[in-house]
């Protein structure tokens, strides 16, 4: 089983600190090989059954809680085919309802955010209220009966966590909490609330949702595809460890602070890839030659001594949170990596009706420090973020619009590969032990489809 060295060097951790974040690897769920064929990608039949099985079942992130802060303010958001609006009711409450008048059908709100105290649908004016509720319609006495009273928006279920609305289709799912175990658990060590969407990208691409979430559900392309990464993390399987969750949630833990055997020591460009960040915390790089094995403890060290001074509050984070990169998926969509002074969450979406097209997120996320608003903030990896305002939504196609240094290197396979997968000659994949996690999510996607699950 792979992740013997992480638990090794786990050793070293502060254990008044690990009740906090339990890195322990668990018991794998049973993963059976996966022939993952190429008609999953292509497929209407298969994209219509995934609709009908996972999309209208599983709880997804509608959007943030502070889009959401005053009475009538509203989102929309886009899933699959179809449309939902969250807003913030007079009574303080976030409703979800689809998108859709109930008159004759018209899409109700085309904005993509607002504040309003009702909403009027664009085709005949029908007024509908926040809470749903149909308020007003033209002459009104022409129908043989009003439908004022009688008609309202459909709801969709709502729950709040970190920060995020999250809704659910299904409106007999289990509740959210349920679904997210055991990751809210652990993503509640890190102040998610708190953070500020510094990058919101949403681009289209010509490849199926799950080219991308393979991706992000594997670290086997690191050496190929982010060939500078291996300079200041361990990229190698043996050090990474991978958890597997009842769910389909599944967590990677990758040891950072120092290099990949993978970079044979050289230590120019060993030191040139954590540069900014030691020296942004402090520490000289120069030190470090001749004992590059250091580096990891002390930029720990560094981080919880200068924290407080900084602004920041790394008391609830165990060490391992301050240097590595733990990077979560949440069934079916959602990929992000979380580090302590920010994160990034990539979100691959369905198209409304093609099966080789997504509309795929990329979120970043800052925690800036407290009484500081000046300085600039890593957000993550190479990411760094000066502006403490939300950032606008910026939407094109893939290439148009920058998605950020690492996920261009990501994306620069998604086409390439969707095109492969669509060729009669492609025979199915062969997966290699560390991509398990993608055996895995596809087994549950298969078990929401045969109905023995959601
Ligand atoms: S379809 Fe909305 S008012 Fe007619
Ligand atoms: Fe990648």
């Not at 609830?316 to 994160?343: I, R, W």
Request: glycine share 10%; net charge negative.
């Amino acid at each position: 089983m792979p992740g013997p060295m992480y638990a090794a060097r786990m050793a070293s951790t502060d254990p008044r600190l690990i009740p906090l974040l339990d890195t322990s690897k668990r018991p794998e769920p049973k993963v059976l090989p996966h022939p993952l064929g190429g008609e999953r990608y292509t497929s209407r039949d298969f994209m219509e059954r995934e609709w009908e099985r996972v999309w209208t079942r599983v709880w997804q992130i509608g959007c943030l809680e502070s889009e959401l802060t005053e009475t009538g303010d509203f989102v929309t958001h886009e899933i699959g085919r179809e449309s939902l609006i969250f807003a913030r009711h007079t009574n303080g409450e976030i409703r979800g309802f689809y998108n859709v008048c109930q008159h004759r059908g018209n899409r109700l709100v085309p904005e993509e955010r607002g504040r309003s105290g009702a909403f009027v649908c664009p085709y005949h004016g029908w007024v509908w209220q926040t809470d749903g509720e149909l308020r007003k319609v033209q002459d009104e006495e022409d129908f043989p009966e009003s439908p004022c009273g009688r008609l309202s928006l459909t709801p969709v279920r709502v729950e709040t966590w970190a920060g995020f609305v999250w809704f659910n289709l299904d409106p007999d799912a289990g509740p959210l909490m349920e679904f997210l175990d055991p990751v809210a658990r652990q993503m509640d060590t890190y102040r998610m609330q708190d953070m500020v969407r510094t990058g919101y990208t949403t681009v289209e691409v010509d490849c199926n949702w799950k080219v991308i979430q393979d991706n992000f559900s594997e670290s086997y392309h690191i050496p190929t595809v982010h060939p500078g990464l291996k300079y200041f993390l361990d990229d190698t399987y043996q050090s990474t460890q991978f958890d597997l969750y009842e769910r389909g949630h599944t967590r990677m833990i990758m040891v950072g602070g120092g290099p990949s055997e993978r970079a044979h020591g050289n230590e120019e460009l060993i030191l040139r890839g954590l540069r900014e960040e030691l020296e942004g915390w402090g520490l000289d790089p120069e030190s470090f030659r001749g004992r590059l094995g250091d580096m990891r403890a002390e930029l720990q060290r560094q981080k919880r001594k200068l924290s407080g001074e900084r602004g920041y509050d790394f008391s609830h984070y165990v060490d391992e949170q301050l240097t590595d990169h733990l990077h979560y998926t949440v069934f079916p969509n959602l990929a992000f990596s979380m580090k302590p002074e920010g994160c990034i969450f990539l979100r691959p979406n369905p198209h409304p009706t093609d099966p080789e097209k997504c509309l795929f997120d990329c979120w970043y996320f800052t925690l800036f420090p407290e009484g500081d608003d000046t300085s600039r903030v890593q957000q993550t990896d190479g990411v760094w973020s000066t502006s403490r305002e939300p950032a606008a939504h910026s939407k094109g196609l893939l290439g148009e619009v920058p998605l950020g240094a690492g996920i261009s290197e990501d994306a620069s396979v998604f086409i390439s590969q969707q095109q492969g997968l669509r060729s009669r000659a492609f025979g199915g994949a062969t997966l290699a032990g560390q991509e398990r996690r993608i055996a895995y999510y596809h087994q549950v996607i298969d078990e929401y489809l045969d109905g023995s699950r959601g």
